[in-house]
Nanobody, 119 residues
Framework: EVQLVESGGGLAQPGGSLRLSCAAS????????MSWVRQAPGKGLEWVAG????????YYADSVKGRFTISRDNAKNTLYLQLNSLKTEDTAMYYC????????????RGQGTQVTVSS
């Protein structure tokens, strides 16, 4: 059974930083492209960032490019998302997903971790 458990969310000020983690189990983590997706209040799911199985290729939505960094540690079966220069519009529930680039629906994802950016 695929399990994805996110952590690291919280409250941050505009311009601040957070680091999200996702512990994966139930599948061979290094075989899969992994993504982060988010859902802001009242809006649909938005694909945010993705990383190839070996970690050598990363992709970002234009809305977060240059501010967020996705990475993974295959030895620890863990996915990360470093959030820098946070904006109020980054407020959302963030989900780790076993999903190809750009895909947000019909894929395994965790329960989410809330990120709130507010002064």
């Amino acid at each position: 059974e695929v399990q994805l458990v996110e952590s690291g969310g919280g409250l941050a000020q505009p311009g601040g930083s957070l680091r999200l983690s996702c512990a994966a189990s139930g599948f061979t983590f290094s075989y899969y492209y992994m993504s982060w997706v988010r859902q802001a209040p009242g809006k649909g799911l938005e694909w945010v960032a993705g990383i190839s199985g070996g970690g050598d290729n990363t992709y970002y939505a234009d809305s977060v490019k240059g501010r967020f960094t996705i990475s993974r540690d295959n030895a620890k079966n863990t996915l990360y998302l470093q959030l820098n220069s946070l904006k109020t519009e980054d407020t959302a529930m963030y989900y780790c997903a076993r999903a190809p680039r750009g895909v947000v629906a019909g894929v395994p994802r965790g329960q989410g971790t809330q990120v709130t950016v507010s002064s």
